[in-house]
């Protein structure tokens, strides 16, 4: 168990919908990611966020939207779902960032099918 | 696009033998590289690190091998078990940045 929590475990949306996805960090860990994952493709960064704001963007959709709240944890909404949105999202977290050496764990995934 | 890629998509090793998994990198001002194994249904589980000040680091019957001058990095898992079975995919972080690029990920698979 990383302590990384991501719920749900498992969605299944028609397309034109909105879902959340959401994230609880490891105690402690400051900074989030998001990652998108499909069958045909590695990781794909989404967005980092750092004690509330936006550290790193990456190839996240405009469809697509993050934020990390006060507590700490983070939600990632996606809108005006298509079909190839179908994917695992991840979340991960560590104490600060990669670039200060800390490790980063990964939770266990949000698996969103939309159809 | 992302520039960390693996050479080969699927290794197949034999129960016992070393497995060597190569990655490739463009980004010649990357100074940390993670290695991650991805079991099936399950995230992504940190391996072992290297910065760029290193060449060699060694964990539990895993080595991690970085050579700056060809941009290329390996894992090496001694003694393959059936449970390593799994994704393997390497990572890259900028000096300065936060932004993790992963590769698309070497599959490998344990022969009995």
């Known amino acids: 168990d990383s302590g990384v929590t991501q719920t749900p475990k498992h969605l299944i949306t028609a397309t034109g919908q909105r879902v959340t996805l959401r994230c609880s960090p490891r105690s402690g860990d400051l900074s989030v990611y998001w990652y998108q994952q499909s069958l045909d493709q590695g990781l794909q960064f989404l967005i980092q966020y750092y004690n509330g704001e936006e550290r790193a963007k990456g190839n996240i959709l405009e469809r697509f939207s993050a934020q990390q709240f006060p507590d700490l944890h983070s939600e990632l909404n996606l809108s005006s779902l298509e079909l190839g949105d179908s994917a695992l999202y991840f979340c991960?977290?560590?104490?600060?960032?990669?670039?200060?050496?800390?490790?980063?764990?990964f939770g266990e995934g949000s698996w969103l099918t939309v159809v | 696009g992302e520039n960390v890629g693996l050479h080969l998509p699927t290794l197949s090793v034999q129960e016992g033998d070393n497995s060597i998994i190569n990655c490739a990198y463009s980004?010649?001002?990357?100074?940390?590289f993670i290695w991650y194994k991805q079991e099936s249904g399950k995230g992504p589980q940190f391996i072992i690190d290297?910065?760029?000040?290193?060449d060699k680091r060694q964990g539990q019957r895993v080595t991690v091998l970085l050579n700056k001058t060809v941009k290329h990095l390996s894992l090496q898992i001694a003694a393959t078990q059936p449970g390593d079975s799994a994704v393997y995919f390497c990572?890259?972080?900028?000096?300065?940045?936060?932004?993790?690029?992963f590769g698309k990920g070497t599959r490998l698979h344990i022969l009995p």
């Open positions: 290297i910065r760029s000040n290193m």
């Open positions: 990572a890259e972080i900028g000096a300065h940045s936060d932004k993790i690029i």
């Open positions: 991960a977290s560590s104490a600060r960032g990669p670039a200060s050496g800390n490790t980063i764990y």
């Open positions: 980004n010649s001002a990357s100074d940390y």
